[in-house]
């Protein structure tokens, strides 16, 4: 079974400033299998980026993911207030089982 | 497009739901289907997941033997059945469909649409 570990747990910006987040592998897996999710207060997850790094339907360019083999890196350029959420990397492989990282919350300095 | 769920309750342990899940706006037949749970506070754990035709099912080790997942694409439904209820059972539970995208000759994947959830707590 494939652990994600992603870093920081908490990650205080303010607005305007870049967001970077990190998302870590126990093995090496294909980057056409990791995907990221925003998930805001009361919300369901939303898709943001499939393949590492293409974003989903939708979401602005200031989103970008990137990495390969064990380290993936998901990007906010120019933080807006709406981005303040949880993130989620997720190994959406193959084969089961399809594990989530435990979340970074991005939250408002 | 929608997913919306339902049947989720207060359940004693050891207890038994049937969670639903309907969708509109697409035809659940052309789409694998996944249940993610989340616990009270904490982060996503995805549950389960079935084939278009029902052939194909996977289960987290977590449920297993437990929950079962099954569809029915006339009635563009998806289902969780889920048994021997446990206090870390409690959470909501979400169905998500199975994008799958085209890029350069490869196919990646990504769940695209998302119920609200419905809740399901585990309490005597």
């Known amino acids: 079974e494939i652990v994600l570990t992603q870093s920081p747990g908490t990650l205080s910006l303010s607005p305007g400033e870049r967001a970077t987040l990190s998302c870590r592998a126990s093995?090496?897996?294909?980057?056409?299998?990791l995907t990221w999710y925003q998930q805001k207060p009361g919300q369901a997850p939303r898709l943001l980026v499939f393949?590492?790094?293409n974003r989903a339907a939708g979401i602005p360019d200031r989103f970008s993911g990137s990495g390969s083999g064990t380290d993936f890196t998901l990007t906010i350029s120019r933080l807006e207030p709406e981005d303040f959420a949880v993130y989620y990397c997720?190994?959406?492989?193959?084969?089961?089982?399809?594990?989530f990282g435990q979340g970074t919350k991005l939250e408002i300095k | 497009v929608q997913l919306v769920e339902s049947g989720g309750g207060l359940v004693q342990p050891g207890g038994s739901l049937r969670l639903s899940c309907a969708a509109s706006g697409f035809g659940l037949s052309s789409y694998r289907m996944n249940w993610v749970r989340q616990a009270p506070g904490k982060g996503l754990e995805w549950v389960a997941q079935i084939s278009i035709t029902s052939s194909t099912i996977y289960y987290a080790d977590s449920v297993k033997g437990r929950f079962t997942i099954s569809r029915d694409n006339t009635k563009n439904s998806l289902f969780l059945h889920v048994n021997s209820l446990r206090a870390e059972d409690t959470a909501v539970y979400y169905c998500?469909?199975?994008?799958?995208?085209?890029?350069?000759?490869?196919?990646?994947?990504?769940?695209?649409?998302w119920g609200r959830g419905t809740t399901v707590i585990v309490s005597s």
């Open positions: 998500a469909r199975r994008e799958e995208y085209s890029r350069g000759g490869s196919y990646y994947y990504g769940m695209d649409v």
């Open positions: 393949g590492a790094s």
């Open positions: 093995q090496t897996v294909s980057t056409t299998y």
């Open positions: 997720q190994h959406y492989g193959s084969s089961p089982p399809y594990s």
